[in-house]
T-cell receptor, first 117, second 115 residues
Framework: AQTVTQSQPEMSVQEAETVTLSCTYD???????LFWYKQPPSRQMILVIR??????QNATENRFSVNFQKAAKSFSLKISDSQLGDAAMYFC??????????????FGSGTQLTVLP | ETGVTQTPRHLVMGMTNKKSLKCEQH?????MYWYKQSAKKPLELMFV???????ENNSVPSRFSPECPNSSHLFLHLHTLQPEDSALYLC??????????????FGPGTRLTVT
């Protein structure tokens, strides 16, 4: 079974600075997808960024980028120029690309990010 | 944020009550999910419906009973719950079968407290 580990329960960053959230995962599969979701307080969980395992190039979405290290099974999220609205719980998630297993997202336990003004 | 809606947003119920959670998606998706989110624990997938057929049931106690009458609506019927069932219950939807574009869209959740 796949597992996703987020070793930082809480992180804080100064506004306009850069922060990196860590995520590692364990799988025996070679083809899969990885995601970072953001859950602001009392608001809906939304997808921040996603990565296909077969792509070597790291995904980027505006101020959000990932460092995907497939051999190390690491998938960290970098937030540049942090804004107050980035404060949220961030979840790393894994999804198999294998038919029949492709629906289940396996989540990490989350990292609570605080942005300091 | 209105793609997936959930009602009620908050629910307090006794252990002998029967209640239902409702989820509705307005995205034209054909797969829907129930997740349980407890404090300091990863989200746990409970049920998956694809084309109104239950395709996954992750060893969830029978006091939780899902229902999917059509591709836009999903219910979670609750009865004789335990205090440890108190959690945030999240609904999600996606287009199935999923490629990378089949990301899951989440509702705001129902905060359930069992007294």
């Amino acid at each position: 079974a796949q597992t996703v580990t987020q070793s930082q329960p809480e992180m804080s960053v100064q506004e306009a600075e850069t922060v990196t959230l860590s995520c590692t995962y364990d799988t025996s599969e070679s083809d899969y997808y990885l995601f970072w979701y953001k859950q602001p307080p009392s608001r809906q969980m939304i997808l921040v960024i996603r990565q296909e395992a077969y792509k070597q190039q790291n995904a980027t979405e505006n101020r959000f980028s990932v460092n995907f290290q497939k051999a190390a099974k690491s998938f960290s999220l970098k937030i540049s120029d942090s804004q107050l609205g980035d404060a949220a719980m961030y979840f790393c998630a894994y999804r198999s690309a294998r038919s029949g297993s492709a629906r289940q997202l396996t989540f990490g336990s989350g990292t609570q990010l605080t942005v300091l003004p | 944020e209105t793609g997936v809606t959930q009602t009620p947003r908050h629910l307090v119920m006794g252990m002998t009550n029967k209640k239902s959670l409702k989820c509705e998606q307005h995205l034209g998706h054909n797969a829907m999910y129930w997740y349980k989110q407890s404090a300091k624990k990863p989200l746990e997938l409970m049920f998956v419906y694809s084309l109104e057929e239950r395709v996954e049931n992750n060893s969830v106690p029978s006091r939780f009973s899902p229902e999917c009458p059509n591709s836009s609506h999903l219910f979670l019927h609750l009865h004789t719950l335990q205090p440890e069932d108190s959690a945030l219950y999240l609904c999600a939807s996606s287009q199935d079968p999923q490629g990378l574009a089949g990301e899951q869209y989440f509702g705001p959740g129902t905060r359930l407290t069992v007294t």
